[in-house]
């Protein structure tokens, strides 16, 4: 079944303890990216990656780190958790950056 | 920048009554237009798009029109179901940055049977 995979589903934390959420789609997708939602502003993307080792900032990058070593792979990386980063997260991958997008079943991320 | 604007939600209805759920977009040239769902629990998937003015994209009885003239893109569907109860996102793709999908605020729908 074509999918994307993200893990944990639920997360808290505390702050400044370094976290990473895992991402894997296994369609074979070149295009992956990460958004976070938030009430009342919608999806907003964090990073996004072209291709393997090919990753570029988003509209609200700060505090955050991807890397794509792997094409099935895209994990989101929080070196030192705020609360402010407390969200909702998703993960999101297509084929090319304006096709279908097909999303995780996200992550609760809660920062105390 | 390019953004959209949804119609603020909640919108609660009764089954198979008329929905429409307004999108308005901002943008420079010509941009590509999406419509998502969330079903409670999920992540989006996409319900429908169109890329070019007059197109009109449907799916599962839902429809939408891309109206360069007034900006618009609002989602209808004639005759919803207590199924169709999720949140529904207006999105776009910038015509100078394919890379970039920026998504509106979301409207909640619920249908009551």
């Known amino acids: 079944e074509a999918q994307v995979t993200q893990n944990p589903r639920y997360l808290i934390t505390v702050t400044g303890k370094k976290l990473t959420v895992t991402c894997s789609q296994n369609?074979?997708?070149?295009?992956m990216s990460w958004y976070r939602q938030d009430p009342g502003l919608g999806l907003r993307q964090i990073y996004y990656?072209?291709?393997?080792?090919?990753?570029d900032k988003g509209d609200v990058p700060e505090g955050y780190k991807v890397s794509r070593k792997e094409k099935r792979n895209f994990p989101l990386i929080l070196e030192s958790p705020s609360p402010n980063q407390t969200s909702l997260y998703f993960c999101?991958?297509?084929?090319?950056?304006?096709?279908?997008?097909?999303f995780g079943s996200g992550t609760q991320l809660s920062v105390l | 920048g390019d953004s959209v604007t949804q119609m603020e939600g909640p919108v609660t209805l009764s089954e198979e009554a008329f929905l429409t759920i307004n999108c308005t977009y901002t943008a420079t040239g010509y941009p590509s237009l999406f419509w998502y769902v969330q079903y409670p629990g999920e992540g989006l998937q996409l319900l429908l798009k169109?890329?070019?003015?007059?197109d009109k994209g449907s799916n599962k009885g839902f429809e939408a029109t891309y109206r360069k003239e007034t900006t618009s893109f609002h989602l209808e569907k004639g005759s919803v179901q207590v199924s169709d109860s999720a949140v529904y996102f207006c999105?776009?793709?910038?015509?100078?940055?394919?890379?970039?999908?920026?998504f509106g605020a979301g409207t909640r729908l619920t249908v009551k049977p």
């Open positions: 999105a776009l793709i910038p015509s100078y940055n394919n890379n970039d999908m920026r």
């Open positions: 169109a890329t070019k003015a007059d």
């Open positions: 369609m074979n997708h070149e295009y």
């Open positions: 990656s072209m291709n393997v080792e090919v990753t």
């Open positions: 999101a991958s297509s084929l090319g950056p304006t096709g279908k997008l097909f």
